[in-house]
């Protein structure tokens, strides 16, 4: 189960908790005819498990968070556990218990990290948990997942919609200003540059964050901006160049 379940008035309001609480709102609320898989994808750092633990609480949604190492067995219990549900002896029984707990509650299921999953090959037992529930589900993932799917035809052809998680925009960096750093005042200017370097990067703009809050305060400043943070590194996920 993932660890980032939030209240969701404790969540900056950034583009990707939007966009992620939407699409999982419209496969809730399709017509039964229609399919109800969705595909939430983008690359790493841009928000979409935080995204993903919103939509959940908003939705009272089970999700869970795939593992590298998962094997059915695995993937089934854990959905069991967010469910609260003891898991039955077979594999074929569990995926009935999580297909019947779907249907009779009437909640989502969300699969964060689904590209284990796929590689891993047990996406047709998605494809099965979905077929005996009816239920929506929403698979959460890197930015190749989209074209990873295609390989498994009967997957692919119930999904209602792939929705595209967006690079951190100057709005969603001010939201995470306001949360994250609220012992020192940070200039705009300063906020524009750690926009910048962070190229989309939700997580990184964080760090940042914390990183010029944590300078300052050891100099004793409560305000900064860009002219006081001068050519100090800002990390940008590429290691620094040492002096041999």
């Not at 935080?50 to 999700?63: D, E, F, P, S, T």
């Not at 990067?201 to 300052?216: K, M, P, Q």
Request: aromatic letters at 6%; proline letters at 5%; a positive charge.
């Amino acid at each position: 189960m993932t660890d980032k379940k939030l209240p969701h008035n404790t969540l900056a309001p950034l583009t990707n908790v939007a966009l992620c609480a939407v699409a999982l709102e419209r496969a809730m609320g399709r017509a039964q005819h229609l399919p109800g898989m969705v595909v939430f994808y983008g690359p790493s750092g841009w928000g979409k498990s935080v995204a993903a633990a919103y939509a959940a609480n908003l939705q009272r949604g089970y999700c869970v968070q795939a593992k590298s190492t998962w094997t059915k067995k695995a993937f089934l219990v854990s959905i069991l556990s967010e469910m609260g549900v003891a898991p039955a002896r077979t594999i074929y029984e569990m995926a009935d218990q999580v297909a019947e707990q779907l249907a009779l509650s009437r909640r989502p299921l969300i699969v964060d990290e689904t590209d284990h999953i796929v590689d891993r090959n047990l996406i047709e037992l998605v494809r099965d948990i979905y077929e005996g529930s009816n239920a929506a589900i929403m698979m959460i993932g890197e930015e190749q997942l989209p074209t990873k799917l295609r390989r498994w035809e009967r997957v692919h052809g119930r999904i209602i919609d792939f929705v595209a998680a967006q690079p951190a925009n100057a709005e969603d960096a001010r939201h995470l200003r306001d949360f994250y750093a609220l012992r020192v005042d940070i200039a705009d200017d300063l906020l524009e540059h750690i926009h910048a370097q962070a190229h989309g990067s939700v997580r990184r703009i964080c760090v940042n964050l914390s990183r010029v809050e944590e300078e300052a305060l050891r100099g004793g400043k409560k305000r900064v901006d860009l002219a006081w943070w001068a050519d100090r590194p800002l990390f940008t996920g590429e290691p620094p160049k040492r002096k041999v």
